[in-house]
């Protein structure tokens, strides 16, 4: 029975993981966290005369995949563990460029702990970084997806919770 009960367990969770790309459309709803970083980044655009940009669903489950795996793999990269760019990961989670005149993306990743792992922190940081605020007020970008991640076991030489950031951003044009 405790097999029986383990397999339908493991394929549900792979049926899961795998169909994940695949309902890219479907609605999301953000973490309190997470709402905060698109609500920084809108008011920073927007004061800036740039467009809002909106929650794009695949992005989201692509950042959070991301910031999943730095804290599980404990690694800070924006190539994936297996070493894929993440241009190509936010393909795999179905930011498709095909069929598309225009597509442009831009990602930047922060961790913090304690004080610094708060969401004005890690923005404010961003925006002291040229090139990482370069990528947030990027004209063209109208797309958005946020993912965080607490990791309980610590990153580079921190022993305490360790959150991770990843902001995705895009745009695609017919």
Same mark, same amino acid.
């Given at each position: 029975?405790?097999?029986?009960?383990?397999?339908? =367990?493991?394929?549900? @969770?792979?049926?899961? =993981?795998?169909? =994940?790309?695949?309902?890219?459309?479907?609605?999301?709803?953000?973490?309190?966290?997470? #709402?905060?970083?698109?609500?920084?980044?809108?008011?920073?655009?927007?004061? *800036?005369?740039?467009?809002?940009?909106?929650?794009?669903?695949?992005?989201?489950?692509?950042?959070?995949?991301?910031?999943?795996?730095?804290?599980?793999?404990?690694?800070? &990269?924006? &190539?994936? +563990?297996?070493?894929?760019?993440?241009?190509? *990961?936010?393909?795999?989670?179905?930011? #498709?460029?095909?069929?598309?005149?225009? /597509?442009?993306?831009?990602?930047?990743?922060? /961790?913090?702990?304690?004080?610094?792992?708060?969401?004005?922190? @890690?923005?404010?940081? /961003?925006?002291?970084? #040229?090139?990482?605020?370069?990528? @947030?007020?990027?004209? *063209? +970008?109208?797309? @958005?997806?946020?993912?965080?991640?607490?990791?309980?076991?610590?990153?580079?030489?921190?022993? &305490?919770?360790?959150?991770?950031?990843?902001?995705?951003?895009?745009?695609?044009?017919?």
């Amino acid at each position: 029975m405790k097999s029986k009960l383990a397999l339908f =367990l493991a394929v549900a @969770i792979l049926t899961t =993981l795998v169909a =994940l790309p695949a309902t890219a459309s479907a609605a999301i709803t953000l973490t309190p966290t997470e #709402k905060k970083i698109v609500s920084l980044v809108n008011k920073a655009r927007t004061e *800036r005369g740039l467009h809002k940009l909106y929650v794009k669903p695949c992005l989201v489950r692509a950042a959070r995949a991301h910031s999943a795996e730095m804290g599980g793999e404990q690694y800070f &990269d924006h &190539d994936s +563990f297996s070493g894929d760019s993440f241009a190509r *990961r936010l393909i795999k989670f179905g930011y #498709k460029r095909a069929g598309y005149s225009f /597509w442009k993306v831009g990602e930047d990743i922060a /961790w913090g702990s304690g004080l610094y792992s708060a969401p004005e922190v @890690i923005f404010d940081g /961003w925006m002291h970084s #040229k090139p990482h605020r370069a990528v @947030i007020l990027t004209k *063209r +970008f109208r797309n @958005i997806g946020v993912g965080v991640k607490v990791c309980d076991e610590g990153y580079g030489g921190c022993t &305490d919770p360790v959150t991770f950031f990843t902001l995705d951003l895009g745009r695609r044009i017919d």
